[in-house]
């Protein structure tokens, strides 16, 4: 069976202060790689960032980076410099059973504190 | 924007009544998706489409039904709804690229309450 594993439902930071988000994956096929998705609390999903299975670099996008540790099944989201607008649920997501269907974890509430 | 709109944006219902929700894309996505979430259970798959008549189950199928007579709609039907349906339902689609797996962008969600 498919499963993503979220293990923190809740997490807080303090402003500008860099953060880990936990995500690790067991999943029949890992060809396909993983994403994350940020819903803020107006309710819309907001994709971040993707880091392909055969990657030899870390996924980046701006403040957002993939620790991904591929022996041991584990894609960890960390944001730098946090702000207050990164206060929302993060969820990652692995593609499954062929390359367009996601499984997604249970899902990260952050809160970035001033 | 991926151009994904949905129909209605909230709704609250009766035990039994049956309910449709509509998905929108403007752009000729062929691979469309309905998925609920729930607390604690982040977003699950209901029923996915992967053309105009071609739609498949997902992991959370049961009481749902889906229809795409054309590639813009993609419907989402609760025969009879139950309490349980009682959810916020996401409509997607997916974008592929070249070497990676296909990105899956996110309408704005439907808020259904049944009671």
């Known amino acids: 069976a498919q499963k993503i594993t979220q293990t923190q439902p809740g997490m807080f930071v303090q402003e500008k202060e860099a953060v880990t988000l936990d995500c690790t994956y067991d999943?029949?096929?890992?060809?396909?790689?993983l994403f994350w998705y940020k819903q803020p609390s107006s309710g819309e999903m907001i994709f971040l960032i993707y880091?392909?299975?055969?990657?030899?670099q870390n996924a980046t996008e701006g403040r957002y980076s993939l620790n991904f540790q591929k022996a041991r099944k584990s894609a960890n989201l960390v944001i730098s410099a946090s702000q207050l607008g990164d206060s929302a649920m993060y969820f990652c997501?692995?593609?499954?059973?062929?390359?367009?269907?996601?499984?997604f974890g249970a899902g990260t509430r952050l809160a970035v504190h001033p | 924007d991926a151009g994904i709109t949905q129909s209605p944006r909230h709704k609250v219902t009766e035990t039994g009544t049956p309910v449709t929700l509509r998905c929108h894309q403007t752009?000729?996505?062929?691979?469309m998706y309905w998925y609920r979430q729930d607390p604690g259970h982040g977003l699950r798959l209901i029923h996915y489409?992967?053309?105009?008549?071609?739609?498949d189950k997902g992991e959370v199928s049961d009481g749902y039904s889906v229809s795409r007579s054309k590639t813009e709609d993609f419907l989402l039907t609760l025969e009879s709804a139950t309490s349980s349906q009682t959810s916020v339902y996401f409509c997607?689609?997916?974008?592929?690229?070249?070497?990676?797996?296909?990105?899956?962008?996110f309408g704005p969600g439907t808020r259904l309450t049944v009671l």
């Open positions: 999943t029949s096929d890992q060809s396909y790689g």
């Open positions: 997607a689609i997916s974008v592929s690229s070249s070497g990676r797996a296909a990105e899956q962008f």
């Open positions: 997501a692995v593609p499954f059973s062929g390359y367009n269907k996601l499984i």
């Open positions: 489409s992967y053309g105009v008549k071609d739609t």
């Open positions: 752009e000729n996505h062929r691979y």
């Open positions: 880091q392909g299975s055969y990657d030899e």
